[in-house]
């Protein structure tokens, strides 16, 4: 399931699902310490109407999705005709307080007066335990439900009219035979219970009446907190001002945030104006404001693997920053790579990926490798586009600061090690993971990020006026690049290997696996000249492979790819960002209707609200995996961009 809606302000991120229900509940990290991350911790929302109660995830509803404001300001629309009912919520989160905020209006679409009691319903596990240590507890003072447990607090209110909830209800969820509060719901009554511990949940009523076609606003808010005084002080500022204020000031501070955006914007044709801005913001919502760039908040992945996407990946994070450097953002670029030299191992390198607070995250990528080899953990091209790209935000703006700050402890740890990590029989990096982390051996991709990020450290080098280490760097990235024209083209087939292995006795096996990523390293990092006719032939060969043509522009990872593969008919699923990927590529040489097909591809397999997955199902064209995949939003405002660069 996606998250059509993505709500944050870099310290509190929300979900909302399919059917418009809080489902992920990030405090106070984005991708870290989700609170909601379990089938048993839906936010419900229901109506009781006429007797009965009809709750969101149930029959009978069909919703809206989109982000109509040019502004991180979800709007949901739920109706169903069976009852009369529609809800429209417009929901956000405050730009300068942690507060989740939803201005709810109920329309009643019968010809007769009717009563309608709105039910809100509150679950979390808070700071992702699963231990049953949470309390729970009704202030009449405050007229709020405050959920807590350690450095975390969660104050629950909501007002019409400015009249208060009117009943409420907290108890046990999903343990001891209790399913929830919610349930206590549905004869229209709450029990008015006032504190339960462990694991524990909250409901609360607002009692509407209705005139005939006529209709009410909710106004309904989470403060958050480190402390219980913290939330509290924030529910008072909510109080004081109104859901309604808040909303008008987060939407300045997104108009604001976006100016650059819509300006550029305006130079692409009219259907993609939108879907640009709505790329932007999306990846704003993913970047924690201490630097973390996440892959994906969306939770969908724990239904199929022991893990989330909720990590920075540094790969991930330097593909994502690299289109906010293009047009003109610094703070969330600064903060990245802040993130990236506090991350960085003592060897130089960074390892596969970390929390959002800096710790690292978890792996499946082991120390020993077969033949008795010992080698780091990681993927080496990570280290190397997180340099290349920072060499570019430097040339970009020209701050001192940036050389002051980030060469000595960055920059020459990072060079050394790709300038010292190299075979000596091949002359190409030691092997590492792949970007796609299955495999350990020398990737053309990384050798082409590698050679780039040398020649992108030695010019940093220059600047310094460091020249040892850019006289050093300019060599090794030289030798690089003369061993990868002797080893990585295969020209009987017209393709880059996927990678390279040298054996225990000193055979060097090539991988023959056609991989999207070694065409695109190839050419974007100049391993290849673009108009070589090596890239014209790996490009051709593409084509043929994956059958690409106007009907059906979508390409996968690599032939035969197995990941999340729902048919073996199909070489594998389609990905946005490889995809894109030869959209730059027919951009970069001219060919933009081509490029515009691709593009308009992509387009149209986004979710309504613009939301984009990481994979589409090449037999039913849905959505797989996570949505949103950062990455795959990043991609498609890099290749906007080059249009724009190309008129």
């Known amino acids: 399931m996606s998250r059509p809606i993505v709500l944050s302000n870099g310290e509190l991120h929300v979900g909302l699902n399919n059917f418009g229900l809080v489902h992920d509940f990030y405090y106070p990290y984005v991708g870290l310490e989700n609170h909601a991350a379990g089938h048993s911790l839906r936010h419900h929302v229901g109506v009781w109407i006429d007797g009965k109660?009809?709750?969101?995830?149930?029959?009978g509803w069909v919703f809206s999705f989109g982000y109509p404001h040019d502004a991180l300001i979800g709007h949901t629309i739920a109706t169903n005709d069976q009852i009369g009912i529609r809800i429209e919520f417009e929901d956000t989160v405050d730009a300068e307080f942690s507060a989740f905020m939803r201005s709810i209006h109920v329309i009643n679409l019968s010809a007769t007066p009717r009563e309608v009691r709105l039910f809100m319903h509150q679950a979390f596990v808070i700071g992702d335990s699963r231990s049953n240590t949470d309390t729970v507890q009704y202030l009449p003072d405050a007229h709020a439900i405050l959920h807590y447990r350690g450095r975390r607090a969660f104050i629950v209110s909501a007002r019409t009219d400015n009249k208060w909830f009117d009943q409420h209800a907290v108890g046990l969820f999903d343990i001891e035979g209790h399913e929830g509060t919610f349930r206590d719901a549905e004869d229209g009554e709450l029990s008015m219970s006032s504190v339960e511990h462990g694991r524990v949940d909250s409901t609360i009523r607002s009692a509407l009446h209705l005139e005939a076609h006529d209709s009410a606003r909710v106004e309904y808010w989470v403060a958050c907190g480190t402390s219980t005084r913290e939330a509290?002080?924030?529910?008072?500022?909510?109080?004081?001002?109104?859901v309604s204020t808040r909303m008008t000031v987060a939407a300045k501070w997104w108009h604001d945030w976006l100016a650059p955006a819509i300006t550029l914007s305006q130079?692409?044709?009219?259907?993609?104006?939108?879907?640009f801005v709505e790329s932007a913001m999306i990846v704003k919502s993913q970047i924690d404001k201490r630097g973390a760039v996440i892959a994906s908040t969306d939770t969908a992945m724990l239904n199929y693997s022991r893990d989330t996407y909720a990590y920075c990946w540094p790969r991930d994070g330097a593909n994502v920053i690299w289109p906010l450097i293009r047009m003109g953002y610094k703070d969330e670029p600064y903060r990245f790579f802040d993130f990236c030299r506090r991350a960085l191992n003592p060897g130089g390198f960074l390892m596969h990926k970390y929390r959002a607070d800096g710790a690292l995250g978890s792996s499946w990528h082991p120390y020993s490798h077969e033949h008795g080899v010992v080698a780091p953990p990681i993927q080496e091209d990570e280290t190397a586009l997180v340099l290349f790209v920072f060499s570019q935000f430097y040339h970009e703006h020209k701050d001192p600061m940036l050389m002051k700050e980030f060469y000595e402890p960055m920059v020459v740890p990072m060079?050394?090690?790709l300038a010292s990590y190299v075979d000596s029989r091949t002359h190409l990096p030691k092997p590492s993971y792949d970007l796609w982390e299955e495999r350990f051996a020398t990737f053309t991709y990384t050798v082409s990020v590698t050679c780039a990020a040398l020649l992108a450290a030695a010019d940093l080098a220059d600047e310094k006026s460091d020249e040892d280490n850019a006289v050093r760097w300019r060599a090794s990235a030289g030798d690089i690049h003369e061993a990868a024209h002797k080893h990585l083209y295969n020209a009987e087939r017209g393709a880059f290997y996927k990678s390279i292995s040298v054996t225990e006795d000193g055979a060097i096996e090539k991988d023959e696996t056609f991989d999207m990523s070694s065409l695109f390293g190839a050419f974007m990092f100049g391993l290849y000249s673009i108009d070589s006719d090596e890239v014209k032939r790996a490009v051709a060969t593409a084509e043929s492979l994956f059958d690409i043509s106007e009907q059906s522009s979508g390409v996968p990872r690599y032939e035969n790819d197995s990941?999340?593969?729902a048919s073996d008919r199909v070489t594998g699923n389609w990905w946005p960002?490889?995809?894109l990927w030869l959209a730059q590529y027919f951009t970069d040489t001219g060919d933009n209707e081509r490029a515009r097909t691709i593009i308009d591809w992509v387009y149209d397999r986004r979710g309504e609200?613009?939301?984009?997955s990481e994979q589409i199902d090449p037999t039913t064209k849905q959505m797989v995996s996570v949505a949103p995949l950062t990455w795959s939003h990043a991609e498609y405002l890099s290749t906007l961009l080059d249009t724009m660069a190309e008129e």
């Open 53 to 59: 109660i009809s709750w969101l995830d149930e029959k």
């Open 232 to 242: 509290l002080y924030i529910h008072k500022q909510l109080t004081k001002s109104g």
């Open 267 to 275: 130079r692409l044709p009219d259907p993609l104006q939108r879907s």
């Open 415 to 417: 060079a050394n090690f």
């Open 563 to 565: 990941y999340r593969r």
């Open 577 to 579: 960002i490889t995809s």
């Open 609 to 612: 609200s613009g939301i984009m």
